[in-house]
């Protein structure tokens, strides 16, 4: 089974940046997708970024220019957010697209947004507090 874990979390002031970290474990397949969502109390979980073994990257808007996410070659995953503003406060989670073709239709932004039938596994969450 497929684990991840998140860690690297924390309280900084508007403008500062963070590192988040993902250990993945057990993902034994050559294509992947895995990316990044987040989900502030009261407010709509939102694809943040993704990464595929296509080569390509992909962000939500909101982040774009301020948020880089990237692998490494034992498929741990990282997103580096610079800039960071009080609405990108929120609980972060990486997560595995799912392979099934469910997902085919989709941006993996999109995949990542839309829940658990969605993905293949997920982690808990680390907290991001941005002060003002």
């Known amino acids: 089974a497929v684990k991840m874990v998140e860690s690297g979390g924390g309280s900084v002031q508007a403008g500062g940046s963070l590192r988040l970290s993902c250990e993945v474990s057990?993902?034994?397949?050559?294509?992947?997708?895995m990316g990044w969502f987040r989900q502030a109390q009261g407010k709509e979980r939102e694809g943040v970024a993704s990464?595929?073994?296509?080569?390509?990257t992909r962000y939500a808007d909101s982040v774009k220019g301020r948020f880089t996410i990237s692998l490494d070659n034992t498929k741990n995953l990282f997103l580096q957010m610079d800039s960071l503003k009080p609405e990108d406060s929120a609980m972060y989670h990486c997560?595995?697209?799912?392979?099934?073709?469910?997902?085919?239709?989709?941006?993996?932004?999109?995949?990542?947004?839309?829940?658990?039938?969605?993905?293949?596994?997920w982690g808990q969450g680390t907290t991001v507090t941005v002060a003002s």
């Open positions: 997560a595995a697209v799912s392979l099934d073709p469910l997902t085919w239709q989709m941006t993996s932004i999109q995949a990542l947004a839309g829940g658990e039938n969605y993905l293949m596994a």
């Open positions: 990464i595929c073994s296509d080569g390509k």
């Open positions: 057990g993902y034994t397949y050559t294509t992947y997708c």
